[in-house]
């Protein structure tokens, strides 16, 4: 069971947009912190993809945007490509467990 | 070019010890805290433990406290890991990744990773 909880799967078509939620509670997410999203693409290792909720380190693709309401993170990919099929994994920081992270989505490209 | 390069894992039976190092090179290795994150097959992420850049301060998850020792030599741009009372459920790829920063903590994120060790434990 992870401390944030992300849906298994997600997929869409190619060009569509698709979302990816991460929801946590008042002692992670919901105290302000941070939420950062990994990209895990088959057989590699995981790649920093937004971090400090909605930031895209250099050579992300625009289409990758992220955002934080309370409780709650979302990742959001438009323009879906067929290399966008990846494991994808959110991160926060909790006041008693330290860094913790979210189950993991599976992006299907259709 | 940032590179993290792991090394040391393989078989250990149960109740075994192995050390894991993490070779960094193409950025300044003494200002970076550092981390362990594992990954079981086929399932998520788990951090392990963080060392901020001076060795000061470390911070281990529950599951391996009293049994893994962070550690890093900034002479030799090296992270470690030690890892004792092996058992079953320690099986799992095991990431070092760098903080963004000197010190871990609420602003920790894993700027970069390396490329992975398997560590297998079974009798």
């Known amino acids: 069971q992870s401390v944030l909880t992300q849906p298994p799967s997600v997929s869409g078509a190619p060009g569509q947009r698709v979302t990816i939620s991460c929801i946590g509670s008042s002692s992670n997410t919901g105290a302000g912190y941070d939420v950062h999203w990994y990209q895990q693409l088959p057989g590699t290792a995981p790649k920093l993809l937004i971090y400090?909720?909605?930031h895209r380190p250099s050579g992300v693709p625009e289409r990758f945007s992220g955002s934080k309401s309370g409780t709650s993170a979302s990742l959001a990919i438009t323009g879906l490509q067929a290399e966008d099929e990846a494991h994808y994994f959110c991160?926060?920081?909790?006041?008693?467990?330290?860094?913790?992270f979210g189950g993991g989505t599976k992006l299907t490209v259709l | 070019e940032v590179q993290l390069v792991e090394s040391g894992g393989g078989l250990v039976k149960p109740g075994g010890s192995l050390r894991l190092s993490c070779a960094a090179s193409g950025f300044a290795f003494n200002n970076y805290a550092m981390n362990w994150v594992r990954q079981a097959a086929g399932k998520g992420l788990e951090w392990l433990s963080s060392?901020?850049?001076?060795?000061?301060?470390?911070d281990y998850a529950t599951s391996v406290r009293g049994r893994f020792t962070i550690s890093r030599d900034n002479a030799k741009n090296s992270l470690y890991l030690q890892m004792n009372s092996l058992r079953a459920e320690d099986t799992a790829l095991y990431y070092c990744?760098?903080?963004?920063?000197?010190?871990?903590?609420?602003?920790?994120?894993?700027?970069?990773w390396g490329q992975g060790i398997l560590v297998t434990v079974s009798s």
């Open positions: 990744a760098r903080d963004p920063g000197g010190y871990y903590g609420s602003g920790t994120y894993l700027q970069y």
């Open positions: 400090g909720n909605t």
């Open positions: 991160q926060s920081y909790d006041r008693s467990l330290s860094v913790v």
């Open positions: 060392i901020s850049a001076s060795s000061s301060f470390t």
